[in-house]
Nanobody
Framework: QVQLVESGGGLVQTGDSLTLTCAAS????????MGWFRQAPGKEREFLTA????????FDSDSVKGRFFVSRDNTKSTVYLRMSTLKPEDTAVYYC???????????????????WGQGTQVTVSS
């Protein structure tokens, strides 16, 4: 089982950049596909991006493509979400998640992830 802890959230202004960090512990990190999600008040949790075990494949949602970038460092058991050109509509709680599935499958929805962090709040002021 893997434990995930997000950090790096905060209050920023429109147009700012912010990098979130998700630190994993408990199992070999490279065994897990990692994803980032967010949930705004009153809305369902939204898939943002996912990265394969080796980091060679990345899948972005259309809502963040070109502005949000995921990366991972398996030597540090950490995945990052670099967010740029932030907008007020990016305000949400951001979660990282881990998926342990066989083969090369990369889940693009929350149902494909077994483990979740506690979330970190990102607030973008206008």
């Amino acid at each position: 089982q893997v434990q995930l802890v997000e950090s790096g959230g905060g209050l920023v202004q429109t147009g700012d950049s912010l990098t979130l960090t998700c630190a994993a512990s408990g199992v070999p990190f490279s065994m897990y596909v990692m994803g980032w999600f967010r949930q705004a008040p009153g809305k369902e949790r939204e898939f943002l991006t996912a990265i394969s075990r080796s980091g060679s494949r990345i899948f972005d949602s259309d809502s963040v493509k070109g502005r949000f970038f995921v990366s991972r460092d398996n030597t540090k058991s950490t995945v990052y979400l670099r967010m740029s050109t932030l907008k007020p509509e990016d305000t949400a709680v951001y979660y990282c998640a881990a998926s342990y599935q066989g083969g090369s499958h990369v889940p693009l929805s929350e149902g494909g992830y077994e483990f979740w962090g506690q979330g970190t709040q990102v607030t973008v002021s206008s």
